[in-house]
Structures are given as C-alpha cells and as structure tokens.
C-alpha cells in the first residue's frame, strides 16, 4: 500500500501550478533540425559576408573580358599663354600672347601579352570556386554544430525523463517504507536509505534539468539567436544502423570533401601563377591610334589676332620583350614551382589526416552500436527483473533495498543507452561532414 503525507501533496501541488504558470508565461516553439538549421544558416553573418565576397569576384571575372578590349579616351587641352620674348636668337620677339585647343581621340590596345588575359580569367574562375569553397565549408561547419547542438539537446531532454522517472519511484518507495515503519515492519535505518535515496534523486533530477537548460542555451548560439528560446524538439531521439565501409567512403571523401576541394583549388592557383610568370618571357605587342584636332592663335600688339590650326591622325606599333632581368622572373618561377609542391604535399597530408579521422569515426560508430544493442537487451532484461523483483518483495522475499537496487541498475543502463545513442550520432555527423554529405541539409542546394 503507497501512502503519501500532507507535506508531499502540497509539494507537488505547488509544483503543479508553477508548471502551469511557467508554460502559460513561455510559450515553447515546435522545432526539428531542418527548421533550427534553417534558422541558423539565415542567422550566420559569416555566410552573408562570404556571399558578398562571392559576388565581387564574380563580378571580376564578368570584367575581365572586357579588360581585352582596346581602351579609348576623348581628351580636350585649352592653354593660354604670355610671352615677353627679348632673347635675340629667337624668330619671334617682344610681348605677345597665345591660346590654344587641342582635341582629339586616342586609342591603346594590348594585342598580346604573353596570354596573361586567359591566365588572368583562369585565376579569377578558380578564386570564385574558392569563395564558393569558403562557403560551403562554412555551411558545412556550421551544420555541423547546429546537429551536434541538437542531438545533445534530445539527449539531456530523453536523461530528464528517466531521472525523472526514477524520482517518481524513489518517492513512492519511501512512502511505501514509511508506511511500512509505521507498522514495525521497516527498521529506522532503512527508512533513513529509502530517503536518502529520493534525496539523490531528486539533486540528479535537479542537476539533469540544469544540463538540459545549458544544452538548450548551446542550441540557441549554435543558431545564433540573438534572444534566447525555449524550444520544444519535435524529432524522436532515433538512429539507424549503417553499413560503413571504409574504402568507399575514403572514395568519396576524396571527391567531395570540402576542405579536400580547397586544397585542390589551392594547388591549381599554384601552377596558374606559375604561368603568369612564364607569360613574362614571351614579347608584349600593342597598337597606339588615335586623331587630334589643333586650333591656335596668336596676338602682338597693334597686330590682328594670327590663327592656325593642325589635323593629325596616328598609327604606332609597339613590341617589347624583355632580354635581361639579372634572373628575377626564373627566380620567380622556381619559388612558384616550390609553392607548388607544398601545395601538393599539404594535400596528401589533408588526405591522411582526414582518412584517419574518417576510419576513428567508423570504428566508434560501430563500437556504439555494440554497445546500444548490449546496453538494450540489459534493459529488457531489467524491465522483467523488476516485475520480478516486485512480486518477489509483495510476497516477502525480497526487501525494498534489493528492489531499490535493480532499480538503479535499471536508470543506469538507460543513462548508459543515451551517451552511447549520442556517441553514434557524433560519430555518424561527422562521417557526414567527412564525406560532403552534410551539405544536403542546405536548402540552396535543394533548388
């Protein structure tokens, strides 16, 4: 028979109406991981500023056809002069003054320069998969977080239940052995367990409701909430059982991974700068054209005004080519060629580094597996023990205490399923991330 006293009615009475309160003052927001990814992607400043990064150089690029284009300039040039010539080699002596205008229609045009247009449009096509590179991983990193945010949210909510649950129980079994001390049955020392064990379950409840709050906060800044919200998580706490296989994803990581694509594009910058160097050796041929238009005047005292005026049209080849430098563009070129290597060792060091971060994932992912399906059959098991365990103590055959401790082996595995259910979505997140499969969660690409 359970009895419960006056005071602990008007405990949970109290707390009833503090629930009721505090649900009518915060109206919780329904959300899953799509939505708090959504919002964290809209909310990242970091993303709005490498999408405008983005667009400048993609206007650049827009801009470098144009740069192959002869350049043209109207130019006008009005000059007024006063002259007081006494000098007596001069033609022309005395005061007098001139005014001129001269315009007219010039025209430069680099008709080859070592092929340095095509190198310069290949430079800027590659910096713009860059920016867009910078983009992506930028996404990626910050789904990444949003997930790991999440997951760890689900789990201390799932922690809080179970806590919770086990405190229901504690409470009930102390009411049950105060009842039974009342009627000589239990000793005062067992009655002294029985509370100090509702005691610890309610401090553990306690202290798995805080962490539930500070995983809620964490959720917030990993969406960048300006203004923190109390959300309710919509998604069940689930897993699948996936077949990873090493080879394959190593396959796809080396084809789609983020950062793996950067450093690719890093090495191809490399060896276009090298080209723009060895453009430097080739001649440089232009064309200088234009029209000018001149009209002067002259003035000498007690003289009408003398008028003139000229009409030229011009046609200029030019070609340069550079014979000697004392070695600066081979030494140039063969720090480029170094720059290169490095670029090509940073890759394969990348490759290892994330093929073994890669392999680590799969193993603790399967690792966890193992230890979710023990760790389940363990609380099948304990589920029936305790049906068990409870006849055995209504028939006398077992004591309160033995009920209490399978009781708490019972919340231990439990505890024990949730951190390895969390492990296996970590390690599963990041074979995602590895492999370039996290960008799936980014709505542009859905378009």
Not at 28 to 44: P, T, Y
Not at 149 to 173: A, C, D, F, G, H
Not at 336 to 358: C, F, H, M
Request: charged share 25%; hydrophobic share 35%.
């Amino acid at each position: 028979m359970r009895i419960i006293d006056k005071h602990t009615v008007r405990l949970l009475f109290i707390i009833t109406c503090i629930t009721l309160v505090t649900g009518l003052s915060f109206a919780q927001e329904d959300i899953n991981l799509n939505k708090a990814i959504r919002i964290g992607l809209s909310n990242n400043y970091g993303i709005k500023i490498l999408k405008i990064e983005t667009d400048i150089t993609q206007n650049q690029l827009v801009n470098v056809n144009k740069s192959r284009l002869p350049k043209v300039d109207l130019f006008a040039r009005q000059q007024n002069n006063v002259n007081n010539n006494r000098s007596p080699t001069s033609f022309v002596q005395g005061f007098y003054s001139d005014r001129g205008l001269n315009f007219g229609v010039d025209a430069n045009w680099i008709i080859f320069e070592g092929f340095k247009a095509r190198l310069d449009k290949s430079r800027l096509e590659k910096l713009e998969l860059q920016s867009k590179g910078n983009t992506m991983l930028l996404v990626e990193n910050t789904i990444h977080a949003i997930m790991l945010s999440y997951y760890n949210t689900l789990i201390k909510r799932e922690s809080v239940e179970v806590q919770y649950e086990s405190s229901i129980r504690s409470k009930q079994r102390y009411a049950d052995a105060k009842f039974q001390y009342q009627n000589g049955k239990v000793s005062g020392y067992d009655l002294l367990r029985f509370e100090n064990a509702m005691l610890l379950d309610s401090t553990n409840t306690i202290i798995q409701k805080s962490e539930f709050d500070l995983a809620m906060q964490s959720l917030n800044l990993a969406m960048g909430n300006k203004i923190f919200k109390d959300y309710r998580l919509t998604d069940e706490l689930e897993y699948q059982r996936e077949d990873y296989q090493f080879n394959k994803l190593q396959q796809k990581m080396n084809s789609l991974n983020s950062e793996l694509q950067q450093q690719y594009l890093n090495l191809m910058l490399r060896r276009n700068d090298i080209g723009m160097l060895r453009a430097n050796r080739l001649p440089k041929l232009a064309i200088n054209s234009g029209l000018a238009q001149n009209i002067n005047s002259t003035k000498f005292p007690e003289i009408e005004r003398i008028k003139g005026g000229s009409f030229n049209f011009y046609l200029n080849f030019s070609v340069s080519y550079n014979l000697f430098d004392g070695g600066q563009i081979n030494r140039a070129i063969e720090e480029g060629r170094l720059k290169e290597k490095i670029a090509d060792l940073n890759i394969e060091e990348v490759k290892q580094e994330l093929s073994n971060t890669l392999k680590n994932a799969i193993i603790n992912y399967n690792s966890q597996l193992k230890i979710i399906k023990i760790n389940e059959k363990l609380i099948a098991n304990l589920g029936q023990n305790l049906i068990l365990e409870k006849d055995r103590y209504k028939n006398g055959f077992s004591s309160l205490l033995e009920y209490r401790s399978l009781q708490q082996e019972n919340m231990d595995a439990e505890q024990t399923r949730l951190e390895a259910i969390y492990e296996l979505l970590i390690n599963e997140t990041e074979i995602l991330k590895l492999t370039g499969s996290l960008l799936k969660y980014y709505p542009e690409n859905r378009r």
